[in-house]
């Protein structure tokens, strides 16, 4: 559960709410949910995402619909002459790579990955370890997502 601070009111909270829901919705529509009228919502998503609380819209794809069958976490594990920003850049120009994650423990990052196949995983796990900097992967396959929020929960 995440707490709103207290720079958002009840309609801010209310509205983030709708559009994590539905990006598309209109004005009207988010107005309708909220009790406002479209242009004060207008307003309020506005200065929403001038206050950086909306970083961006985005539609959610069926990876497995586009042929992307296999989500696995890979834990990277870097060595001592690691070049971070350069490492990092690197990770998030492979398309297979969808999130990175910096962590504390032993490995350095965690690393969301979708693929077509344990073959293609097997192809990306091998460029992976090649990387300079790495000094060994360990990785998860997921076999089912029972649950997945899609967003995060707002309360005030």
């Known amino acids: 559960m995440v707490l ?9 909270i209310r509205l983030l709410d ?19 009228k479209a242009p004060a919502v207008h307003d309020r998503v506005k200065r929403l995402e001038q206050r950086g609380y909306i970083q961006r819209y985005s539609a959610q794809l ?7 069958n296999l989500t ?20 998030g120009e492979m398309p297979e790579v969808v999130e990175v994650h910096s ?9 969301k990955v979708v693929t077509r196949s344990t073959q293609h ?10 990387m300079p900097g790495m000094a060994r992967t360990r990785t998860t396959i997921v076999l089912t997502t029972p649950f997945d929020r899609g967003g ?5």
């Open 4 to 12: 709103a601070t207290e720079e958002l009111d009840e309609l801010d």
């Open 103 to 111: 962590v504390a423990g032993e490995e350095t990052f965690l690393c």
């Open 18 to 36: 709708a559009l994590q829901r539905n990006a598309r919705s209109t004005f009207a529509e988010l107005g309708s949910v909220i009790g406002l």
């Open 62 to 68: 069926d990876a497995k619909r586009l042929g992307l």
């Open 72 to 91: 696995a976490f890979v834990s990277c594990y870097t060595a001592p002459d690691c070049r971070y920003d350069e490492f990092t850049r690197t990770l």
């Open 152 to 156: 995060v929960t707002i309360q005030s």
């Open 121 to 130: 995983l097997d192809d990306l796990l091998a460029r992976l370890k090649a």
